[in-house]
Structures are given as C-alpha cells and as structure tokens.
C-alpha cells in the first residue's frame, strides 16, 4: 500500500493567517493527490482533486500544488470556519489511502 | 442538489454483520463510482472500497473477505455489508460519490456519516 505522510499533524494558527499542510507519499503518485477538510458531525469537504485542481464550491483560498511524491496544500487569510482537520489522499493504485490528519487549531 | 444519507443500525455485537445503506437523492446513482470510507476514533480515515453502478467492486485488501459491497439502482442506493466485526470496526461510516476524470478517482460528495459501535 502507498503510505501518505502529512505533516505537521496539528497546527495552531490566527484568524488572517497563511498555513502550508504538507504531504507526502511513500512512492512516485503523479498528480493523484486530493485533500479534504473534516469537521465532527459534518459530512467531509472535497477541496483540491489532482493535487492543484480547486473543487467548483471550494474557496479559492485553498491552493494544491506538488506532483510525484511531494505536495501542499495553502490555506490563505484564515477565517473561524477554517479550523478543522484536513486529510490528502492518493488514488494512484488501490487501496487509496489517506494521511494521518492535521489539526488546524485556534 | 444531490445528497448522500447513511443508514443503519448504530450498534452491532461482535462477530455480528454491520450492515449500512447510503440513499442518493437529488439525482441518479448511474454513471458513477460509490465509495465506503470509515473513521475509527481518534484516526485517519480508510478507504473501504467502491462500486460501480453496474456492480463492479474493489475492495479494501486490509478487510479480506469481510465486506460486500452491493447496489440497487431501482432505490437509489448502495449497500455495505461487514461480516465478524470486533470492537476495532468501531468508527463513523461514510458514503461518497466517486468520479472518475481521466483516470482520477476523486470523493466529492460526502454523506454526514454514521457512527457504528461493535459491543456487546
């Protein structure tokens, strides 16, 4: 299975802050990276498909950027309801996998 | 717009099926790929499998023989069935839609998920 490795796994931010969540896959994936926003009870949120393509009802505040093994995700002018749990994903090769989460805090 | 909804039982005793069924409402379940995605507490989401509306599986390697994964276009729904639960099954379970764009396969639409407790 391809391991995904975010980093950091928790961040603590202000309101109007620029934060870069980073990824990283355990082999060459090409652009098959997606990133989510998660918040408990919500029904999780599509932002960036193809590691730089902005989901139509996304923010443009999100940026994806990266290909091959490295990539980022930049969430710019932070607002409240920004603050929640943001996962990449690779869908290379099945089984697709998720990495471990980072928390973006207050 | 469409919508996704989980339904099923919230509790489920060990070595029991879990059986949870997501409705699509608001447009048809033909033409695109479904998938399972579960968290368990205090952990990163997983990716069970998808199917296709047609009927076409893949599954998750880590459940083994456990799952089944069905669809009943004529209700608008697809089902998940997972055989021998333990207490590591434990999780909230979602569905998703899943396109497909020049090979891509993305989640875009997500249902709020159903949280399903294997105890006794």
């Known amino acids: 299975d391809i391991q995904m490795t975010q980093s950091p796994s928790s961040l603590s931010a202000s309101e109007g802050d620029i934060v870069t969540i980073t990824c990283r896959a355990s082999q060459i994936i090409r652009s098959s990276l997606n990133w989510y926003q998660v918040k408990p009870g919500k029904a999780p949120k599509l932002l960036v498909y193809g590691a730089s393509n902005l989901h139509s009802g996304a923010p443009s505040k999100f940026t994806g950027s990266g290909s091959g093994t490295d990539f980022t995700l930049i969430v710019s002018s932070l607002q409240p309801e920004d603050f929640a749990t943001y996962y990449c994903q690779q869908t290379y090769s099945a089984p697709y996998t998720f990495g471990q989460g980072t928390k973006l805090e207050i | 717009q469409v919508q996704l909804q989980e339904s099923g039982p919230g509790l489920v005793k060990p070595s029991e099926t879990l059986s949870l069924t997501c409705t699509v409402s608001?447009?048809?379940?033909?033409?695109?790929?479904w998938s399972w995605i579960r968290q368990p507490p205090g952990k990163a989401l997983e990716w069970l499998g998808y199917?296709?509306?047609?009927?076409?599986?893949t599954y998750n390697p880590s459940l083994k023989s456990r799952v089944t994964m069905s669809v009943d276009t004529s209700k608008n729904q697809f089902s998940l069935k997972l055989t021998s639960v333990t207490a590591a099954d434990t999780a909230v379970y979602y569905c998703?839609?899943?396109?497909?764009?020049?090979?891509?396969?993305?989640?875009?639409?997500w249902g709020q998920g159903t949280l399903v407790t294997v105890s006794s």
């Open positions: 608001g447009g048809s379940i033909s033409t695109y790929y």
């Open positions: 998703a839609r899943t396109p497909v764009l020049f090979g891509l396969y993305y989640f875009d639409l």
């Open positions: 199917i296709f509306y047609s009927g076409t599986t």
